[in-house]
């Protein structure tokens, strides 16, 4: 998703602002902390929504804005199939 340099520049001095982040979400919860105050502001809108922040409790994300304001939002939720392979079968006998 693209965003709009002026929105960033209205508040910035800078000529050309400087804004991009990685974080990641686990269950709600930054995984990954960064200082930055747009991440920070981002998430914390998200998780104002009832269903977005249901989402972000329910899965692990990476989000990402780069230099080009570019925002990419992954679910990076490992899959169920890959978690029970990975999991110990219990023997009931």
């Not at 939002?73 to 990975?86: F, L, Q, S, Y």
Request: glycine share 6%; proline share 4%; with cysteine.
């Amino acid at each position: 998703m693209g965003l709009n340099r002026t929105d960033f520049e209205k508040g910035n001095r800078a000529r050309k602002p400087s804004c991009s982040f990685n974080v990641e979400i686990v269950k709600g919860r930054f995984s990954t902390i960064s200082q930055s105050a747009p991440a920070k502001e981002l998430v914390a809108t998200l998780l104002e929504d009832e269903i977005a922040k249901g989402l972000l409790r329910q899965n692990h994300y990476k989000i990402s804005l780069n230099s080009d304001l570019q925002l990419t939002i992954t679910n990076i939720t490992p899959a169920v199939e890959a978690i029970a392979e990975t999991t110990p079968e219990t023997v009931q006998g």
